[in-house]
């Protein structure tokens, strides 16, 4: 169970906790414009969203779903009618011929709706464990941590992990975040790295964590 050993050096549950619930009040929005009561929504954003900026995203999102909003209505659209609608979204015609593939499984094997396990989404073309443990998270309020860019970058500044990959954070985390703000780490992680803890030349002047931060003021793009 999360914080019920330390290792040295690693923070407390206590201690990521209290941080946690500071970006929170920071941050209560997710930057992916998404209803979290809306799975396939959320899935398709997600995939979207790969090496691509949030509101390039959220722009593509808002030219699409008034056209297609649910598993049919992606498949009465063409490949190239996709393409046109989430361009210019990072891969934008694999990623349409992804969202067609995946809308077809959805049918085929789901019933048209967004599964519940991260054994039956990681099947889906685009979705990896990234990608399944938002939609588990933020949909379906199940226990997952998301790591992107943002969380593994910042979780190694922080000097919360170190860990080479975003696979060995994940695990890392789940050591040292209390359960009950798995949901949140991502939503304010991706937030602070993106308008503060930059990957390049982060803000600590202004960063409301600098007195906790080990690497204020000397930290290096990782
Ligand atoms: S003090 Fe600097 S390095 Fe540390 S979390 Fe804040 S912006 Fe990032």
């Given at each position: 169970m999360a914080g019920t050993t330390k290792q040295p050096g690693r923070p407390t549950a206590r201690a990521t906790g209290a941080v946690l619930k500071r970006l929170a009040e920071l941050y209560?929005?997710?930057?992916?414009?998404?209803?979290?009561?809306e799975p396939f929504q959320v899935l398709v954003a997600t995939i979207l969203s790969s090496r691509t900026k949030d509101p390039t995203t959220n722009a593509a999102m808002d030219r699409l779903w008034p056209r297609a909003s649910d598993p049919e209505g992606i498949l009465r659209l063409t490949a190239d009618e996709l393409a046109e609608l989430i361009?210019?979204?990072?891969?934008y015609r694999n990623k349409a011929s992804q969202l067609r593939e995946m809308s077809r499984l959805l049918l085929e094997r789901f019933a048209g709706q967004v599964p519940r396990t991260r054994e039956e989404l990681?099947?889906?073309?685009?979705?990896?464990r990234k990608v399944a443990n938002l939609v588990l998270n933020?949909?379906?309020?199940?226990p997952a941590i998301c790591v992107d860019t943002h969380v593994h970058r910042l979780s190694n500044r922080l000097g919360w992990v170190e860990t080479d990959t975003p696979e060995e954070t994940e695990q890392a985390l789940m050591e040292i975040v209390p359960r009950r703000l798995w949901s949140t780490l991502n939503r304010v992680m991706v937030n602070h790295g993106q308008q503060v803890c930059n990957p390049v030349s982060p803000r600590c002047s202004t960063c409301p964590l600098a007195v906790k931060c080990p690497r204020i003021g000397v930290v290096k793009s990782r």
């Open positions: 209560p929005r997710h930057p992916l414009n998404v209803m979290p009561q361009k210019p979204v990072g891969f990681i099947v889906l073309p685009g979705v990896g933020i949909c379906f309020d199940l």
